[in-house]
């Protein structure tokens, strides 16, 4: 055997890479634990390890962000991505605690390159011809992954806090040129300021809210079968509310005198009042009133249902599937977030709401969130160009002669074109 004087510097790296670089794509990662959700407990969601036991570390960090007033919907989003690194983890044979830089890095690629656990389906990536939109891909996306480091990054700073985990945290942080944090002196009346994204983060691209045609929204509409079915979306187009902010009305949260409807907000859980229109309180009416007496209509009772006993909260997978069997119906795949888009675009069309009032309605924090709705939208460009194309081109008029008194020879030596002023 060779001493290491013996050997170059080349034959010392080049056993290092082969010793380190893992091939992602050959790896066999076990969809092994699971995130459960524990009804009326302090802590709403577990992570459980292959035996069925608490994974400790996310326990207590699961702890920390109910304490900071964390929403169950956060928490749920944090810990399925725990349990993807965890899972990757396994399959590398790497303790969390021991986790590298380098572990981070295998771990973005074989995100990139593996696909998600689930139904396939062969409409996976296929663009829709009606909406223009593409499906879901069978991939990660690029704002998953990031979400993925984000949630990683919060996680080991937590244990580094406490004394736990690695030295150094494994997720790179996005840092300025003299290493501090971006933007953390940032002025507020002015803007922010764009940076390199920070390491392992991917190009997002830039996507514009997609709208929903009236004509096609009134396909959408006649494909539903209730009127419960009918008023909800005719609040989702008309409130431009989230779906998770609709579905959980309950009855107090109804001015039927002056029209108004009560959600709270998804960010900071203020109760907001929205205007609704006068379609979608008639349909709310038919809804109430095909209702049998022994359904729930107490103040705190929620006010969308299931049709069927036994009465039941109408949840949020619920109102997605109303969506998705419309979608089937018609060929689309449209989703409840597009009617908010659609609401937004309907609001800024109309010339006598501000862009503040448009603001305040969908509970957007900043205003240049709101101004993305103003950009020009696709269909509406398609269509003006096609416009542009029919139209007969202008015939180019030959120019007017000039006043008399002008010679020719000296026009042609000033404006150029002799024939022209002949």
Same mark, same amino acid.
């Given at each position: 055997?060779?001493? !290491? ?16 670089? @893992? ?44 304490? $900071? ?5 956060? &928490? ?9 690194? &965890? ?25 990139? *390159? ?33 979400? /993925?480091?984000?949630?990683?990054? *919060? ?46 983060? =991917? ?14 929204? /009134? =396909? ?5 079968? $209730? /009127?419960?079915?009918?008023? !909800? ?24 005198? =002056?029209? &108004? %409807?009560?959600?709270? @907000? ?47 909260? &109408? ?9 998705? @069997?419309? /979608? *089937? ?28 009032? %448009? ?6 924090? =900043? %205003? ?8 020009? @939208? ?30 020719? *020879? ?13």
């Amino acid at each position: 055997m060779l001493s !290491l004087a013996s050997q170059s510097p080349w034959d010392l790296w080049e056993g290092f890479l082969t010793t380190v670089m @893992r091939d992602v794509r050959s790896l066999r990662v076990r969809q092994i634990g699971r995130l459960v959700a524990v009804a009326d407990a302090p802590i709403p969601y577990q992570l459980l390890d292959v035996d069925g036991g608490q994974v400790r570390p996310v326990t207590d960090y699961f702890r920390e962000l109910t304490a $900071s007033d964390y929403s169950p919907h956060s &928490l749920r989003s944090y810990g399925l991505a725990l349990l993807r690194w &965890l899972r990757f983890l396994d399959a590398v044979d790497t303790p969390w605690d021991k986790a590298t830089r380098t572990d981070v890095t295998d771990f973005v690629l074989w995100m990139r *390159e593996a696909t998600k656990p689930g139904r396939p389906n062969r409409k996976a990536g296929q663009t829709n011809p009606v909406t223009a939109k593409r499906y879901l891909s069978r991939k990660y996306a690029p704002a998953t992954i990031d979400h /993925n480091l984000a949630v990683l990054r *919060e996680f080991y700073d937590h244990h580094l806090s406490t004394g736990a985990g690695p030295l150094v945290n494994p997720v790179p942080a996005v840092r300025t040129v003299d290493g501090g944090r971006v933007n953390a002196h940032h002025n507020p009346m002015e803007t922010f300021r764009w940076h390199r994204r920070a390491p392992l983060r =991917q190009r997002r691209p830039q996507q514009t809210p997609r709208n929903i045609p009236d004509r096609l929204f /009134n =396909q959408v509409f006649a494909a539903l079968r $209730s /009127n419960r079915d009918r008023a !909800l979306m005719a609040f989702f187009i008309s409130t431009g509310a989230r779906a998770s902010e609709l579905v959980g009305v309950t009855n107090e949260r109804l001015n039927i005198g =002056q029209q &108004l %409807i009560g959600v709270i @907000r998804k960010g900071t859980r203020a109760l907001q009042w929205l205007p609704a229109s006068t379609d979608a309180f008639v349909w709310l009416k038919l809804y109430r009133h095909e209702l049998t007496a022994d359904a729930p209509r107490g103040p705190g009772a929620p006010l969308w249902v299931t049709l069927r006993r036994p009465w039941k909260p &109408l949840t949020y997978d619920a109102a997605r599937m109303v969506f998705t @069997r419309a /979608n *089937e119906t018609l060929g689309t795949n449209w989703t409840l977030h597009d009617l908010r888009h659609a609401a937004a675009h309907r609001m800024v069309d109309d010339p006598k709401l501000s862009l503040t009032d %448009i603001q305040w309605v969908l509970g957007h924090s =900043q %205003i240049t969130t709101t101004q993305i709705y103003t950009e020009p @939208r696709a269909e509406d460009v398609i269509e003006r160009m096609r416009a542009h194309y029919d139209s007969p081109p202008q015939a180019v008029s030959a120019p007017k002669a000039p006043a008399e008194g002008y010679r020719p *020879e000296v026009l042609a030596t000033l404006l150029g074109g002799a024939g022209a002023w002949a």
